[in-house]
């Protein structure tokens, strides 16, 4: 009897192996740069606006598709308000001047004999995940529902190495990090982050940066949320106060339900979602299933997360797929034997702070509806890290549900 996934040799399928067609003779020849197979097709980046018209272009990562904690460099999630600027990077130059001792100019000839670190990382938009706000849970994949995530091996120079090569004033508490863009898009960060973790970015899991996401180089912001993480960083200017710079008060000050704006709120929260089995899957028969999705917290490493089948009523503790880094994707899986029974299945994520993801129940914004909306800060279409639950019905149809 199999235990497995797998069903058992009949006795026709002992026979010896027939060679197909492409066991009869050479393949094809090794190109310079390597393709994926063609029948990996549909594994690709769902977009916003494929005319280019003039507004922002989302572009969302299947993460439903692909297995492992690392995005693909083709098929990381980018968000362009002005489309992809065509940098020459012999051109490029990096300043860093306000309140500092030197100000510091900056080729990218130049940053590449300073000493770099690699670490591995998410950057997630500050809306990913706001379908989950619709008062009836939309029927989407995980692509659509949470694609603005990704996580690569970013490798750079720490931003600390720089501001201390330019001397910082003691009265700078900030510094206004600027794209080259035709935006021009700048944010205020606070100086702390600038001499933790922050990076500029000039590899991207182990190639140049793609320009979608930042070539020829990005500030890198660990754990704070994707906007922040300023692509084709050209200026970062020491000041003693935010600056409240056009983006951070148009875009990126979200309205609480008092009418207020929440200025300067900056980590993405603790976070996990299934991908398989999810919507757009199906289970052919009762048996063995392999549950798998991703966590991942802006405040540090996930230290555990906990799966149900029956909608939340118990848990079990998933593996973690190791090394668990922190500000980081960490795939959790548990094996799971469905019985052809209606099941509800969930995940909840913990980090090491002692962060619990929050219950849908348990985290409302009063905006004036009849059901529940989750979000802790209350904010209208941000920061959603709730849990998502996929409903399987008797015939093994996966649905989104509330529950």
Known sequence: MTTGAAGSLTAAAA?????DPWSKGPGAVTPVLQQRSRFEDKVVRTLSNPDGAPRTQHARAPLHLLGGTVTPNPLHFTILHTG???IDPDKHRLVIHGLVRQPLEFTLEKLMRYPMVSRMHFVECGGNSAPLFSKEPLQATVQQMHGLSSCAEWTGVPLSILLDEAGVDPKAKWFVAE????????????????????????????????P???????LLLPGYEGNMNTKYVRRIQLVDQPAMTYYEERNYSPLLPDGKAYRFYFINEVKSFITQPSFGYALREPGYY????????????????????????????????GPVHPKAYTRFSM??????????????????????????????????????????????????NSLT???????????????
Do not use: C
């Open 15 to 19: 026979e010896p192996l027939v060679d």
């Open 84 to 86: 992809i600027p065509d």
């Open 179 to 210: 794209g080259a863009d035709a935006a021009a898009i700048d944010r205020s960060v606070p100086l702390k982050k600038g001499m933790d973790d922050a990076m500029i970015a000039l590899f991207q899991n182990g190639e140049r940066i793609m």
């Open 212 to 218: 979608g996401n930042g070539y020829p180089m990005r």
């Open 290 to 321: 392999h549950i798998s999705g991703i966590a991942y917290s802006g405040t540090g490493r996930i230290a555990k997360v906990m799966v149900s089948a029956d909608g939340g009523k118990s848990w079990g503790e998933s593996a973690l797929q």
């Open 335 to 384: 094996p799971w034997r469905w019985d052809g029974q209606p099941v509800v299945l969930q995940s909840r994520a913990w980090d090491e702070a002692g962060n619990a993801q929050p219950l849908r129940a348990d985290s409302i914004a009063e905006r004036g509806q009849t059901k529940t909306v989750p979000n802790v800060l209350g904010f209208p279409n941000n920061h959603y």
């Open 389 to 403: 639950s996929w409903g399987i019905d008797a015939k093994g149809e996966i649905k989104h549900v509330y529950a």
